[in-house]
């Protein structure tokens, strides 16, 4: 079946990096997008970025654009996403999520980012 | 501030039906289908309902979708103790090239 697992949230202080890993199984990674999606705490669900499946059209949302960059190793089945100059308002859980042109088939359990000092 | 508008809340009893409202406009909505999640309380979102009323497997046939114009419904009939989470709405939006989302509404089984 598919499954995708997170890992790789945390603690970071402001201004600081982290990169986010995204493991998947089940399916073959190479044929789907693939996105990242965020939810802050008690709050709703935030769409961040997508790759293509050959990593030639990635798209950000404007909250992230210029800091966060997505990519893709198909060889290794995995997802990844660098997140720099992280900001108090980056606090949330991380989801990848198999993207079929919008619409997100299947969910990670995802990964914890806490920007704080 | 969400692209698409729920409202915050919504409720019923036991075997009671239920609708969830979704409002957007032409880019989104207008233009493109409707996806519904369900999110269980700690666990990550689950698709429900997609391309307007079609569910994926194991989905049971008492959640079902509709969409007219810039607006889309969810409904739940049966309601089912079970079925007390949070829903989202979501589209994609040709002005943004991206998908967008409601900002959730939490159903409560009175």
């Known amino acids: 079946q598919v499954q995708l697992v997170e890992s790789g949230g945390g603690l970071v202080k402001p201004g600081g990096s982290l990169r986010l890993s995204c493991a998947a199984s089940g399916f073959t990674l190479s044929e789907y997008y693939m996105s990242w999606i965020r939810q802050a705490p008690g709050k709703g669900l935030e769409w961040i970025s997508y790759?293509?499946?050959?990593?030639?059209?990635?798209h950000y949302a404007d909250s992230v654009r210029g800091r966060f960059t997505v990519s893709r190793d198909n060889t290794k089945n995995s997802l990844y996403l660098q997140m720099n100059i992280l900001r108090a308002e980056d606090t949330a859980v991380y989801y990848c999520?198999?993207?079929?042109?919008?619409?997100?088939?299947?969910w990670g359990q995802g990964t914890l980012v806490t920007v704080s000092s | 501030q969400s692209v698409l508008t729920q409202p915050p809340s919504a409720s019923g009893t036991p075997g009671q039906r239920v609708t969830i409202s979704c409002s957007g406009s032409?880019?989104?909505?207008?233009?493109?289908?409707v996806n519904w999640y369900q999110q269980l309380p700690g666990t990550a979102p689950k698709l429900l309902i997609y391309s307007h009323n079609q569910r994926p497997s194991g989905v049971p046939d008492r959640f079902s979708g509709s969409q007219s114009g810039t607006s889309a419904s969810l409904a739940i009939s049966g309601l089912q103790s079970e079925d007390e989470a949070d829903y989202y709405c979501g589209a994609w939006d040709d002005s943004l090239n991206g998908p967008v989302f409601g900002g959730g509404t939490k159903l409560t089984v009175l």
């Open positions: 999520a198999r993207d079929l042109y919008g619409t997100f088939d299947s």
């Open positions: 790759i293509s499946s050959a990593s030639t059209t990635i």
């Open positions: 032409s880019s989104n909505i207008g233009s493109n289908t």
